[in-house]
Structures are given as structure tokens and as C-alpha cells.
């Protein structure tokens, strides 16, 4: 989760031209070249900018094509005439990187097009994600009004450091139930992103989402889990911390299943009687 390979660009003047044209190959919107090499620099401004807003994304001589391109969306549609490159997105990724587990459906435009017409087609704008992120994030966007937050990270150009900071909290309760917090923790990493991972777990309302899936992860695991207790208590933790770093390769450092392995392998509770913790056994 978090982050993606930034989407292939294609030919951005084709595809300008298939979104403004209907069937008939009559214009919806005729660019002017100016208007087209103005949404040309705005397309550069974005690598520039990493997708983070600036004025210069919005520039006045698209004043007149901004509500066209925002319509202009419709062709990426299933049935549009950009249909391919949503299909292109869409399997650029096996799980959202919002949540790191929801089916892809969704293209979730980062700048919102309501705002940012001009990017309402542009690959690198357009975050596959599941429905449920897609609808939680809804137009956040960085550099909105402070109050509503400091938006999400970008999973195209967000640099994240090469440490842990996806931390897992596990309570155990004497009645058998385990529930799982997560968290941002990383003392030493930039307070601001830190701020906004942490903004990005709770706007998407992941910690509710993520209880659904830890109890079918462990349910899924409750055969090698058990198996791996019965050889000892110091063997099933080696185990689970083996599992956790070995997850690393599939899914990243600050993955949700690596974070909950870790946790489980350090603690003397879960690794005393895992059992306790997993539910019944499938029927
Ligand atoms: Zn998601």
C-alpha cells in the first residue's frame, strides 16, 4: 500500500483529441493550439509539482475548455472512447494503494476534476483505488482548507522513507477477542508526512476496514499458525517474524499484514496461546 509506478503517459495529444470528438468525428470542443499547448504545460507543471496543487494548474487561458475537459472524463468511462486507458490504469495494480487489500474499480482523479478540469484525462491523476476508498476520500486534496486536513499522499510521487512507520497496537482481551490498531509511528520521519499518512488512515476510515480483514487473514493462516505453536512458543515467534519480513517483498515495509505479524511475534500473550486469538476453526 501507499505507493505505485507512476502510469505510462501514452500520446496525450490523441488522447485530447478522442475526448473532445464525438463518434461522428465532429468536435464536442475544438483546442485552440494555445489551449492545447496550455494544457500541455499544465501536464508538465503536475511532474513538476509531484501532483501537489498550484495555481499554475488551473491557468486563465483554459478558462473556456476547463468545463469541457472536466466533461471530457465520460470517454474514460466503461463504453467511452478513452476506455482503454481506464482499463490501462485499472490493471496497473493487484490491490488499491489506498487500503493495500480493496479490489481496484475505481479511478480516483487526486486533484479533483471539479476543480481541476484541465487533469480530469491525465494518466498521472487518475489513482486506481476500491469503491470504498474512492468514496471515503471523495475531493480531499492537499492544500484545502487546513481544517478539512492535508490530504492524502500522492501513490504516484509521494517519496516515503525505507523504515517502519505502519505500526500495529494489538489488545488482547481475556475473553479471546484480539483487536488491532493501526497507527503512524516513526519518531524520527518528517512530522508533516507522518501527519498526512496518519490523516489518510483515519479520513479512509481504514482502522474499522482493516478489522474485517485481520480476522480473515489469521482465519486463513489458523492451520500454520496452530502447527508452528505446537513446536514451541520461541519457534512460532521466529515464525510469525519471518512472516512478517518475508511479506515485505510482496506487499512493502508499511504493509498492514506486516505490521500485524510483527506485532504478534513480539508479543507473549498471542505467542503463548495463539489459539485464544483465532476464532473458531472453520466449519
Ligand atoms: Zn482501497
Not at 493487484?94 to 486533484?111: I, R, T, W
Not at 512478517?244 to 512493502?252: P, Q
Not at 498471542?270 to 472453520?282: H, I, K, N
Request: include cysteine; proline fraction near 8%; charge should be negative.
Amino acid at each position: 500500500m501507499w505507493r505505485l509506478d507512476a502510469q505510462d503517459l501514452g500520446d496525450a495529444d490523441a488522447d485530447l483529441t478522442a475526448a473532445l470528438t464525438y463518434k461522428n468525428g465532429n468536435a464536442v470542443y475544438a483546442l485552440t493550439p494555445v489551449e492545447r499547448a496550455a494544457i500541455h504545460a499544465v501536464y508538465a507543471l503536475y511532474e513538476v509539482m509531484l501532483g501537489q496543487p498550484a495555481p499554475g494548474l488551473r491557468p486563465v487561458a483554459l478558462d473556456a475548455a476547463r468545463q469541457f475537459m472536466h466533461d471530457a472524463y465520460s470517454q474514460v468511462q466503461i463504453g467511452g472512447r478513452l476506455e482503454d486507458l481506464r482499463a490501462r490504469i485499472l490493471a496497473s495494480t493487484q490491490a488499491c494503494p489506498y487500503c493495500g487489500f480493496g479490489e481496484v474499480k475505481d479511478l480516483d482523479h487526486y486533484l479533483p476534476r471539479g476543480t481541476y478540469g484541465e487533469l480530469a484525462i491525465y494518466p498521472r491523476n487518475l489513482v486506481p483505488s476500491c469503491g470504498p476508498c474512492n468514496n471515503a476520500k471523495r475531493t480531499v486534496y492537499p492544500g484545502m482548507p487546513a481544517a478539512q486536513g492535508p490530504g492524502l499522499v500522492h501513490a504516484y510521487y509521494q517519496p516515503l522513507p525505507d523504515e517502519d512507520f505502519l505500526h500495529a497496537d494489538a489488545d488482547f482481551d481475556p475473553d479471546g477477542t484480539l483487536s488491532v490498531t493501526f497507527r503512524i509511528d516513526n519518531p524520527t520521519m518528517d512530522p508533516a508526512l507522518a501527519a498526512k499518512l496518519q490523516f489518510q488512515l483515519d479520513r479512509l476510515r481504514l482502522n474499522a476496514r482493516y478489522r474485517a480483514q485481520v480476522n480473515k487473514y489469521l482465519s486463513e493462516q489458523r492451520a500454520a499458525i496452530l502447527m508452528l505453536h505446537a513446536a514451541g512458543e520461541a519457534v512460532f515467534s521466529e515464525f510469525l517474524q519471518r512472516s512478517s519480513a518475508a511479506l515485505i517483498a510482496s506487499y512493502g515495509r508499511n504493509d498492514w499484514r506486516v505490521a500485524l505479524l510483527r506485532t504478534l511475534a513480539a508479543d507473549p500473550a498471542f505467542c503463548a496461546a495463539p489459539e485464544r486469538y483465532l476464532g473458531p476453526p472453520p466449519a
